[in-house]
Structures are given as structure tokens and as C-alpha cells.
């Protein structure tokens, strides 16, 4: 397969000015008329070469003549015209086949043929499945959309832009008209057309524009999007008030659907959300998804300026909006609930995420140098490693500075294409800064290693910190340069108070917190003035996405744990603490790490020093996967049960009546209010239930089933259901048996059944998952539904998948080939969980092996999974 590579970029050398597209709306056979204004760029001398593809082609004319076959030529995926000159109008008309798209890419249909709706999925290179067009993002057009269809059949018309009319045509079909003042690429081009319910909301921005806001769903689901209305409202207001960012069109459309490859898509004026993103209620919805709701729906807003208004050059500059957006939605959520519990989910996540892969075959820098399927490189590294190099730069220069640097970034950028280098550019000239250096951290791959030493001398009262980096090779033969390393740091006495930090030859006032620049190899910062052999607190609140490696004692990291008042980095103390338990207990070697930990938490869990919240997450150990990070001979069963001792040595230390004491304080007082506290009780709740399932499995199932039964909303029956499930208690099956009829109806609340089974741990998983596959109920048609079972099982259960006998692998080779043939995007994305397998330990990993090579000679496969395949096995 052809490589596409970011040096060969070339400007296009044709524009489409504006374009008119009609729609003949039909669920098995829709058509497009298509009138391209096109502009020749002088600078290029070349014809007319249009993408297209799966496009039945039934008429073609230019400047309002039909062209003979000779005059143009079509190869299934480019169209090449004659004759086009500059001012030239190309108008041509195709066939689609909406309920024949299974690929859910391009116009497709959503839900049954007799109920569901025609929607569009764009992005990236959707719009080629529609009609002929130079489908790249650095082609920007001003849109008019006519959508024509039955009405009763399709009351509800819906395109990007503002309304522009609508009305009665004969045979009782209608018409609606939607205009983009905004010129905007193909890929926020969407269209909704079918039978939906809205709630509407108004809303005047922050300069003046009045604003009808409009949720779409099927009526079974129009009450489940009242959360996300609020959360819409609150995302607004706050990019008015943090960047200054207004909405810019009259109508803002929002519209829910169970059938999408991911979870939301930002078309202008249209956002198309995965239910599982939009729609929200307390019976169906635990508080980890409500906080997703909210999360997305102020990323897909938060588009309209990060990626709408101003647009990528070419997608390989895809991180220019994804990270910068994803480090926006960042920026809100802490705002909006605990700013360090946010964190703390950020950094798990991209230590669970992007971490392995760009530890293996799958690395690639944020700014990719090239790629066969782009659809690939939406992937960990590009959306939160990308918000990660956002959050150092604005760390950099500050919060004023930032905010000065986005205004520069938008103003000189709205309505253009841009790359990396405009946006550091921006935000360096704002600033009176050079921030090129951190053009390095967009162009190479690996998780860079920082080291931290610190020598005290009692004599001259000077603590000297050594920082040392280094990135490991990664796949890519890309040249390793020193990165500018921003480290956010402190010193604790040995009391555990911070430190007034002198640094060496600087006068000015004394602070308790700074951040200093790493930006070579390595470097000594001298602190003086030090009365006695400090405690450094490094990378706080996760400063650079890079690994740290210090050589603290299990006490000094008992010390942070417990007097760190950055709660990111006490949580952080706990983890590192934790993984060193993890190691000895692994190991049988010594023990002092396993006692400092469970110690310091003992003294935690008996006061009331931390949040609830924050508590439970320092109950926690780092997950199967971050541990497996540490090893090379992975053996995932072998993690789990290390893991499990972890945590009962920790029940232990609690004690069993302490445990039960504090759950049945918690539950006393559990309820479905969704404020902070009450979100962080039911946190603690559940860690608390999970502790004592591992010390008294009997005591705990009892409780569990009285929790399922009882609880007064999701979050504490799916926690109940999980215990019941994981511990493998006597009353997990009449649990699972009440769930799948309570919410026979409801497919969000299914995908929880499957995931939760799915993630039974070790070798009984993969009979589970076989028989799970046989319910009524599962479809591998479905994005949502593969996600819960095939995806909860081969990303979310190292052990039930990486079983020794090999038969995970096998399973997902096969269901890879299936679901290849209906839904690439999909198979592509699931065949990642292959990433790593170089580092099992040598049965599983020949096992594995063998599954993929026998994956890779499979005839047919998609480009899409072809790719991942490929760069797996190197
Ligand atoms: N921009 C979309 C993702 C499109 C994925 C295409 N395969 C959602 C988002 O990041 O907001
Ligand atoms: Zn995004």
C-alpha cells in the first residue's frame, strides 16, 4: 500500500470556492448533485483530479456542458476532468447506497431500514464516499445544502450552516435548505435526515448572537439528553469566558446515534455524537459516564474554534486540533468537578493508552511523518500525548501568556489551514518567546526517561538535583535531540512541610513551588539555604508525559503520600509506593515498600485528611497493564495474582471490620446526586466493597447482592454487579440474570452487561466471551457492542486474553477477519490490542505470533487493518 508522507506536501492546485450539494434522500438508493466552483491555483499546472469513491457516477457536465466519456476518466477512486479552467463550474451527479454502508463512513443508515435515520460521517476522508470532490482539509468552501426527501418517511432534514428555507414539494416530499457562511473543509460536512424528537434551549453569547440550541434523538432516548443540553450550555459559556471564544451560527445541532465508529464528530454546526456519549440518566448512567458526557460534548464544542475555525493544513497535523482540544476539554472538566481527580484519570489513562504504545511496534511521533490509512493515526499519541505537549506549553508561559498566545493563534489563523509551526509560532510571538525547541517533542516517538537524583551536603546546607533524560530508540530512525523538559517541583522538609526553594545565584523572593526547564542531557540544580536532607516532590501535577525514575526510599514516597498537597502527586507517591510492593511481593524479596505503603494508608483511611475521592484512588495500585509496562517476559496471569496479594495485604492491613464499618457508613448515605462528594462517596463505596471481596469473599457477595438490588442508581448496581462478577460469588449469576431483562431495551446498559463479563478475570474469560457472543443481543454490526465484549475482553483483560494456550489470540484473529469484511475502521481499531506482544513471555508470545502471521495471509484485508498488521508484526 502507498505511503503518504508529510514532506511530499504540495498546496492544492485546485480550489472549490463555494459549492451547492442536492440530496435526493432515500434509504436504499440516495442521490447527489454536486456544483463545484472551482478556482485554479496559478502556482500549479495540473488537471482536475477529484476523490471519489464507491460513487456510481450518472452524470457529468462542466461550465453547464455534459462531457463525453473521453473528456474525463474514473478509476474507483479519482476523477480526473479535462478542460477545467479557472471560474469553471463542475456539477456532477451520483448514486450512494446508504443501508448497503456497513463501513459507517461516508452517508449511511442508522438503526432498522423501516425506523431508522440517514446520517454522515465525514471525517477524514469521509466525503469522497459522497460525491467528487479534492476531499483534503486544506480545501476550504462555503457550503449550500438542499436536502430533498419523503416526508413522512424523513420528517426531520438536518445539514451544517443556517436554516435557509424549507417547504412542501409534490408526492408529499419536502425540501430544507441550510447555508454555511463559514468556509469550511469536506470533512465538517454533515447531514441527518429521519424520523427524531429535540429539545431545544436558547442561548445569547457573550457577544450578542442569539443562539437556538437543538439535541436530536429517537424519542426512546430524547429524555436521556438533558445532562448534555447543560453540559453544552456550561462548555459555552466557559470558552466565552476562558479564551473568549463566541459561537458563531444561529443554530447549534447536536444528534445522538447507537451506530458510530467513535465517539462524536465535530461537523460544523451539526455535531453527531455515539449515544454512549450524549445521553445520560441516573438509572442507566454511572458517574464516570456522566463526566464523559460532559467531557465530550465540550471537546466537540470546543471544536468549533480549535479545528472548525481554524482547520488543519494536512492530517498530519491532526494533533493541532485533537491535542490542543483534548488539553482544552481538560482545562474545563477540571474546572467544572476536582481539578486533581482529573488529573489523576488523565495521567492513568495515558499511562494505560499512550504509554504501550509508544513503547512498541504501533509508536509514532505526534506529528506522524507519514501513514498508509489516516484513519489509523486517531490514536492515543496524536489526542492525549498531543494534550500533553499543550499543557507544557502553556505551563510555559503561563496562564495570561497562554490565553495571549490562543488569541494570536485564532485571530491570525480564523478561516485558514494550519500546521504545528503557525500554532508555536503564534504562541511564541505573542509571547516574546522561541518555543521552536518544542517542535522536537511533535517529531519523535518513545516515552522520554527522566532521571532525578539529589545529593544533600550538611556542611554548606546545598541540596543539588541531577535531571537526566534519555529517550529510548523508537521504531522510527528519527533523530533523538535533548527535549525541553518542563519540571514543576517542591521540597519537603523532613517533617513534611515545603520548603522556601534559594536557587543558586537567584535573588528574587523565595517561592515554595517552581518549575524549572530540563533542556539538554542532563543538568544540576543547586538549592541552598537547606537546613536539613529534603524530600523532592518532582513533575507535579504530571509537569511532562515522560517516565520518572528516582531513587527514593519507601519512606521518603511515604512521606510525599502523606504530605504532598499536590493531590497529584500524593496520589503519584501512593502508585510508585504501590508498584514497589507490587515487586517485592512479586519477587518474595523484601517488604519495607509493601509496609511503608500500607502503613501510610492505614493512617489515611482513618482520618479524614483526603477526599473520599482521592482516598479510593490511593487505595488503588497501578492496573495489569501499567505493571506489565515495568516487566519483558509478560506474563499477565502471573501480574494479576501479584496484584491480587497487593491488595489483600492492603484489606489486611485495613482490617476486615474497619473496611465494613466505612462501607456501611458510605452506603448509608449513598443517592444519585451527582455534586462532588457524592460522586467521591460512591468512589470510595465501591474500593471499599472490592477490598473486602478480596479478604472475606462470602461477607462481601452478601453485600454486593444487597447493593445490586438496592442501589438507587448505576453507578452502585454496576459496582455491585462487577464485585459479584469478579469475585466469581454464589449470586453473580442471579445478578446478571436480573440485569439483562431490567434492561433488555436499553443497548447503553447492555454494553455494560457484556463488558462487565467480559472482564472476568483470567481463563474462564474466553468461554464467557463465546457464549456472550451467542446472546440475542450481540452483533459484531454494532461499533458499541463489539467495543463492550470483544474490546472490554482483548484491551480490558490481560489475563482472560493473553490466556497461554493462545486461544485469545485466535479468537480475535478470526473475529478480526469478520468484522474487516463489514467494518474496517473497527477491526483496525480492535486489532491494536496485538500491540506489545513482542514482550510476552516466550509461550504467548510464539502463540501470538502465530495468530497474527496467520491474520496477515488472510486474502482481502483491509487497508485499514492491513496497516495495523503490518507495522505489529515489525
Ligand atoms: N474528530 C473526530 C474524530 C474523527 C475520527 C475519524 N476516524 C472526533 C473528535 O476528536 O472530536
Ligand atoms: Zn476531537
Given at each position: 500500500p502507498s505511503l503518504i508522507r508529510l514532506r511530499d506536501y504540495r498546496a492544492p492546485a485546485w480550489r472549490v470556492e463555494a459549492v451547492e450539494l442536492d440530496f435526493d434522500l432515500g434509504i436504499d438508493a440516495s442521490e447527489v448533485l454536486a456544483r463545484l466552483h472551482l478556482r485554479r491555483n496559478p502556482a500549479q499546472d495540473a488537471p482536475l483530479r477529484l476523490d471519489g469513491e464507491n460513487l456510481q457516477l450518472l452524470a457529468i457536465a462542466l461550465d453547464g456542458r455534459t462531457l463525453s466519456a473521453d473528456e474525463y476518466r474514473y478509476d474507483d477512486s479519482v476523477l480526473v476532468v479535462d478542460g477545467t479552467r479557472d471560474g469553471s463550474v463542475l456539477e456532477t451527479r451520483v448514486r450512494l447506497r446508504p443501508a448497503a454502508n456497513t463501513a459507517l463512513e461516508g452517508l449511511y443508515l442508522s438503526g432498522p431500514r423501516e425506523t431508522g435515520f440517514l446520517l454522515t460521517q465525514c471525517e477524514a476522508e469521509g466525503f469522497r464516499h459522497i460525491t467528487f470532490f479534492p476531499d483534503r482539509p486544506d480545501v476550504l468552501s462555503r457550503y449550500t445544502v438542499t436536502l430533498r426527501a419523503d416526508r413522512a418517511r424523513f420528517p426531520v432534514l438536518l445539514a451544517g450552516g443556517n436554516p435557509d428555507g424549507a417547504g412542501e414539494l409534490e408526492g408529499g416530499r419536502h425540501w430544507a435548505r441550510f447555508v454555511d457562511p463559514h468556509p469550511k473543509p469536506s470533512y465538517l460536512f454533515a447531514l441527518v435526515a429521519g424520523h427524531l424528537e429535540v429539545i431545544e434551549r436558547g442561548y445569547v453569547t457573550a457577544d450578542g448572537r442569539a443562539v437556538q440550541l437543538k439535541i436530536w434523538a429517537e424519542a426512546d432516548a430524547i429524555e436521556r439528553c438533558h445532562y448534555a443540553m447543560d453540559a453544552l450550555e456550561r462548555a459555552m459559556r466557559w470558552d466565552e469566558q476562558t479564551y473568549g471564544r463566541n459561537y458563531d451560527l444561529d443554530v447549534f445541532h447536536v444528534v445522538a446515534t447507537h451506530d458510530f465508529n467513535m465517539g462524536a464528530m465535530e461537523n460544523k454546526g451539526l455535531n453527531i455524537f455515539n449515544a454512549k456519549c450524549l445521553l445520560a440518566e441516573p438509572d442507566s448512567t454511572t458517574d464516570e459516564e456522566y463526566r464523559h458526557v460532559e467531557a465530550v460534548v465540550a471537546h466537540e464544542y470546543f471544536h468549533n474554534w480549535s479545528g472548525n475555525r481554524v482547520t488543519c493544513r494536512d492530517w498530519f497535523q491532526l494533533s493541532l486540533k485533537e491535542g490542543l482540544t483534548v488539553f482544552r476539554e481538560q482545562s474545563f472538566s477540571a474546572d467544572m468537578n476536582s481539578a486533581p481527580l482529573k488529573r489523576i484519570d488523565d495521567v492513568a489513562l495515558l499511562r494505560r493508552a499512550q504509554f504501550p504504545e509508544d513503547a512498541g511496534p504501533l509508536a509514532h511521533p505526534v506529528r506522524p511523518a507519514q501513514y498508509s490509512e489516516i484513519n489509523n493515526f486517531y490514536t492515543a499519541t496524536v489526542y492525549e500525548k498531543g494534550a500533553e505537549l499543550v499543557r507544557m506549553l502553556a505551563g510555559t508561559l503561563g496562564r495570561d501568556g497562554f490565553r495571549r498566545g490562543m488569541d494570536r493563534y485564532f485571530e491570525r489563523n480564523d478561516g485558514h489551514a494550519a500546521t504545528l509551526e503557525d500554532f508555536l509560532a503564534a504562541l511564541g510571538e505573542a509571547n516574546g518567546t522561541d518555543l521552536t525547541p518544542y517542535l522536537a517533542w511533535y517529531a519523535q516517538a518513545g516515552t522520554p526517561r527522566l532521571k532525578a537524583h539529589g545529593h544533600y551536603d550538611a556542611a554548606a546546607q546545598t541540596y543539588t538535583l541531577t535531571l537526566a533524560q534519555q529517550t529510548p530508540a523508537g521504531h522510527g530512525a528519527e533523530p533523538r535531540a535533548p527535549l525541553p523538559i518542563p519540571v514543576k517541583l517542591a521540597l519537603f522538609s523532613p517533617h513534611g512541610d515545603m520548603l522556601p526553594l534559594h536557587m543558586d545565584g537567584q535573588t528574587s523572593k523565595p517561592a515554595i513551588e517552581l518549575v524549572v526547564v530540563l533542556d539538554r542531557a542532563e543538568r544540576n540544580f543547586v538549592f541552598t539555604d537547606v537546613a536539613a536532607a529534603p524530600v523532592p516532590s518532582l513533575l507535579r501535577g504530571f509537569s511532562a508525559p515522560v517516565i520518572l525514575a528516582c531513587d527514593y526510599t519507601p519512606d521518603e514516597l511515604a512521606l510525599l503520600l502523606a504530605h504532598d498537597v499536590d493531590g497529584f502527586n500524593r496520589w503519584e507517591a501512593s502508585q510508585q509506593l504501590a508498584a514497589r510492593a507490587y515487586e517485592e511481593l512479586r519477587d518474595g524479596t523484601a517488604s519495607a515498600a509493601l509496609h511503608a505503603w500500607c502503613d501510610a494508608l492505614a493512617r489515611l483511611f482513618d482520618s479524614a485528611a483526603v477526599d473520599d475521592a482521592l482516598l479510593a484512588d490511593l487505595l488503588t495500585p497501578p492496573g495489569e497493564i501499567e505493571l506489565a509496562e515495568r516487566e519483558t517476559a509478560i506474563d499477565p496471569q502471573r501480574i494479576l495474582q501479584s496484584r491480587q496479594a497487593l491488595q489483600r495485604q492492603l484489606a489486611e492491613r485495613l482490617g476486615a471490620e474497619n473496611l465494613q464499618r466505612r462501607y456501611l457508613a458510605l452506603l448509608a448515605q449513598t443517592g444519585i446526586e451527582l455534586d462532588a462528594a457524592s460522586q467521591a462517596r460512591r468512589r470510595l463505596q465501591r474500593r471499599v466493597l472490592e477490598l473486602l471481596a478480596l479478604l472475606d469473599p462470602v461477607g462481601a457477595g452478601a453485600l454486593a447482592a444487597t447493593q445490586y438490588r438496592d442501589a438507587p442508581g448505576m453507578t452502585d448496581r454496576l459496582a455491585a454487579l462487577s464485585v459479584l462478577v469478579r469475585s466469581g460469588a454464589a449470586q453473580a449469576a442471579a445478578a446478571l440474570r436480573d440485569y439483562r431483562e431490567r434492561y433488555a431495551g436499553n443497548a447503553l446498559a447492555l454494553d455494560k452487561w457484556f463488558a462487565v463479563q467480559a472482564?472476568?478475570?483470567?481463563?474462564p474469560a474466553l468461554d464467557r466471551v463465546r457464549q456472550l457472543e451467542r446472546d440475542d443481543a450481540f452483533t459484531l454490526k454494532n461499533p458499541n457492542r463489539v467495543q463492550s465484549l470483544l474490546g472490554a475482553f482483548v484491551r480490558s483483560n490481560p489475563s482472560g486474553f493473553h490466556r497461554a494456550d493462545g486461544a485469545g489470540y485466535r479468537l480475535l484473529a478470526e473475529r478480526l477477519v469478520a468484522l474487516d469484511a463489514l467494518n474496517p475502521q473497527v477491526a483496525a481499531r480492535l486489532a491494536t490490542a496485538f500491540n506489545g506482544w513482542q514482550r510476552l513471555e516466550p509461550r504467548r508470545r510464539e502463540a501470538a505470533q502465530a495468530a497474527i502471521v496467520e491474520l496477515a495471509r488472510q486474502p482481502g484485508l483491509s487497508r485499514n487493518l492491513g496497516e495495523i498488521i503490518d507495522s505489529v508484526l515489525n
Open positions: 472482564q472476568l478475570p483470567g481463563e
